[in-house]
């Protein structure tokens, strides 16, 4: 079936370290894949997304790419700031007539000055 | 642009009483979803409406659960006879994308939630 595994978090690093937050995926077909954020008290909101192999979503200064050969779609960011703590979840789309977004787990992020 | 509304943000029952959560998606988005997010774990989709058609409810327990979109823009999601299991938080999000119409666009746009608590 189709299904999205992250690390587990807390992720606990200082202001200005690099940041990776692994995914992978299982599907069938290609899907597109996503990672969602959700700050303390707030709704979930789109990160960033990858609809196809080798694309490379980016924003904010988050960065992830498609890898269809090893199934994964790891989040990184050269550089945290204390604002980016929340929880971070990966998800994939499916190809099927549903186009039902199916999310892992998530991984929490803290960041301290 | 108005975002993705619900209400109640926050509610506390009884096991075996009933609740209602109620959702107003973004302007002009026909696809609705209902989605159930356990503390600890990801959003678990419980419902999909196309305009005010089901398009999946497969993973919505019947038997307590229900959900409608009349006229096809606010939904209201009951649970009655309520578990302590369904403490959780409820999302509701809306797209711009159209079930079977092809292609892999159409972000979705989440609320802030409804927590419910079951004592």
């Known amino acids: 079936g189709n299904s999205v595994t992250q690390m587990e978090g807390p992720v606990t690093l200082s202001e200005e370290a690099f940041l990776t937050i692994n995914c992978t995926y299982t599907a069938t077909g290609y899907p597109s894949l996503f990672w969602y954020v959700q700050y303390p008290g707030e709704g979930l909101q789109l990160l960033l997304k990858?609809?196809?192999?080798?694309d490379k979503g980016s924003n904010k200064g988050f960065e992830a790419t498609y890898r269809k050969e090893t199934t994964s779609f790891h989040l990184e960011k050269g550089s945290v700031q204390v604002s980016d703590s929340a929880v971070y979840f990966c998800a994939l789309r499916r190809m099927d007539s549903s186009y039902k977004l199916i999310f892992g787990s998530g991984t929490r992020l803290l960041v301290r000055p | 642009e108005a975002g993705v509304a619900q209400s109640p943000r926050y509610k506390i029952i009884e096991k075996r009483q009933s609740v209602a959560f109620w959702c107003n998606p973004i302007s002009g988005h026909a696809t609705l979803y209902w989605y159930q997010q356990i503390l600890g774990q990801g959003p678990k989709l419980l419902i999909q409406?196309?305009?005010?058609?089901?398009?999946?409810d497969s993973q919505l327990p019947k038997d307590r659960f229900s959900a409608e979109r009349l006229k096809g823009v606010d939904s209201t999601l009951k649970i009655q006879p309520a578990k302590l299991e369904d403490s959780a938080v409820y999302l509701c999000a809306s797209s711009s994308l159209k079930h079977g119409t092809g292609g892999n666009t159409g972000e979705l746009f989440f609320g802030e939630g409804s927590r419910l608590t079951v004592l």
């Open positions: 409406f196309q305009n005010n058609g089901v398009v999946d």
């Open positions: 990858a609809t196809k192999a080798d």
